[in-house]
């Protein structure tokens, strides 16, 4: 059985994005493992744990430095891993879905598929819909919880404030993991020294066949969004700072 | 001129409210043709709606599996099927969580741009907007091919009159019913309540609330309010809350006209989700905190005073305008 999991590399949530012009921004920051993908990862090595003896393949699509990232994904536990070399930063989605599909489908034969629901830097919500119709296989998103018996697959979705569906999928398919799913383990200082002797491929875009991307959608610009500043400050007693409040809201911001 | 197919969510023979806004997007550009796409059993029921609110048709969808809810794979063959059938130029729905998962599911099988989470869109260019790295920048990107796929975020778009023919044709669509995947169930859990991530009004609670029956207080003051109730991450990690009213980074990304954060810091990740707010209040009992820095208006207090206090005021102004919250 394998188990493939799509991580990301991406810049630390708490790090501080400075647009550089066009599609550039200062990456000299932190990066990380993109925060859904530890969720999808954790599942997978739990579903290996459980006996059933999967593989577990990190996969990513991105530039030479996103192999810190899969050695994060090896020092957790991953078998061995993938990485698809790009040259830039951003990828549109239909270009990744696609050299994530050829490098898996050139790796074996996936027995299951694990994302995150997102993305954090492009938001782009959308590649294991992708994955799903290029390797013909059911998809459900922003998973809660997981259980696969004799080849069925039973997932949590949360659509709305305590409201779920149950899905019921054939396997291989492929699952988009959300926050609450599970608990994603910290890889320990021996982890890591293990990580180091397992296998990260490295495939150049170019090998993969395919013509120079045209994107499907295109970014042009990064454009810094300012905090708003220091609000109006209320204080004093509690009665008359809601009244006062309720005043501002009704008045001056129109909200109510 | 472009034709649009608005994606039109209902409930209960009613057009959401933010499937109304939906039309007003398509409707910016006075060129566009807009055509309204439901499943069949609600267009009969929307369609007087729909028309005042800016359909030029209605296209009632019909498959051969008459229940089709439990499928989202038949009916997101069905709508990529009516792309092609009426010549759509773009698909349009709203990026809720139900939204969303169909839109991405329509995008994937017709193999087109799909951009979710819009906060601008120009039509005759091809050009929308949508934040990137979690609400720190704004993305400007261009869509080249179509048809495009596009989902704005609830609440940008105020829905507007703007009446039109809106014509009924009925499309008998012709997609095989995969069992591949099925929706057995739909679980409601304990805590009812409308969901934040389309709510006009939200107060939020965070590790300062202390507990899960103290939560009880934002509840209080969402129901005269008339708003939804949030959490940070700290309140959810810490089982005061329930993961799906998470607000944030890893939780849910809100644009309600009314962001009232109580309790709650002000960390980048919070702000990740809330940010698009159009005003926002925090209620802190730290003249330091940081949200006090980059929110509308703050009140500097203590919560378990300052939202009795403002639940009270609440009750008794009457009938404060109740937000259309249909999460
Ligand atoms: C990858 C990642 C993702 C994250 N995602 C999210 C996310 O989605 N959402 C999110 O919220 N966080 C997220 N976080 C966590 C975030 O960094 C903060 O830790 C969290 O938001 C803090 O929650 P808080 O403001 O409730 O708690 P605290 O930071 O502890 O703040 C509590 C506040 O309450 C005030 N207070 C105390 N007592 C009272 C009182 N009686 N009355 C009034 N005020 C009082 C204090 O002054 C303080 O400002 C994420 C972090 C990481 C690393
Ligand atoms: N460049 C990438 N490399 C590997 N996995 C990715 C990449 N981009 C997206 N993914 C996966 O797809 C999920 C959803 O991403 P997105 O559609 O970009 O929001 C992520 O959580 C990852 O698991």
Known sequence: MKIYVCVKHVPDTAANIRPLGGAAFDETVKFIV??????????????????SGAEVIAVTVGKEVATSTLRTALAMGADRSILVKTDAYFTDSVETGRLLHSAVSRDGSPDLILTGRQSVDTEGMQIPYRLGVLFDMPVAVNVVTFSMVEGRVTVEREIE????????????????????????????????????????????????????????????????????????????DPEKMVRELLRLLREEARVL | MARIGVLIE????????????ALAAARQDRENEVYALLFGDHAEACKGVLRQYGADRIVAIRTPEADISPFPDVQAGALAAAIDRFQLDAILGVSGQTGRDLLARIASIAGAPLVLDCMDIDFPSGIVKKSHFSGKTTATLRLNGRPWILGIRPNIFPERIDPRQGD?????????????????????????????????????????????????????????????????????????????????????TVSPRLYIACGISG??????????????????????????QKCDYGLLGDLFEVVPALTRALGRAQAPRIGHNEG
Do not use: W
């Open chain 2, 267 to 292: 960390s980048v990740q919070h702000f990740a989700g809330m940010k698009t707010a159009k005003v926002i209040v925090a209620v802190n009992n730290d003249p330091d905190a940081p949200i006090f």
């Open chain 1, 161 to 236: 404030a305590d409201v779920r569906e149950v899905i019921e999928m054939t396997t291989p398919c492929v699952v988009g993991a959300a926050k609450g799913l599970n608990r994603p383990r910290c890889p320990t200082l021996p982890d890591m020294m293990k990580a180091k002797k397992k296998e990260i491929r490295v495939i150049p875009r170019a090998d993969l066949g395919f013509p120079p991307p045209i994107p499907t959608v295109e970014l042009l610009g990064l454009q810094a969004v300012p905090d708003r500043g220091r609000g109006t400050i209320l204080e004093g």
């Open chain 1, 34 to 51: 993109n925060p859904y993908d530890e969720y999808a990862l954790e599942q997978a090595l739990r579903i290996r744990e459980s006996g």
């Open chain 2, 168 to 252: 009924t044709v009925v499309y008998e669509a012709t997609v095989p019913t995969s069992k591949r995947l099925v929706i057995r169930e739909v679980k409601q859990g304990s805590s009812g309540g409308p969901d934040v991530s389309e709510a006009e009004i939200i107060i939020s609670g965070g590790r300062a609330v202390g507990s899960a029956e103290n939560f009880r207080i934002l509840k209080e003051c969402a129901s005269v309010l008339g708003a939804a109730v949030g959490a940070s991450r700290a309140a959810v990690d810490a089982g005061f809350a329930s993961h799906a009213m998470q607000v944030g980074q890893t939780g849910k």
């Open chain 2, 10 to 21: 209902a409930r209960g023979g009613e057009v959401k409210k933010t499937a109304l806004g």
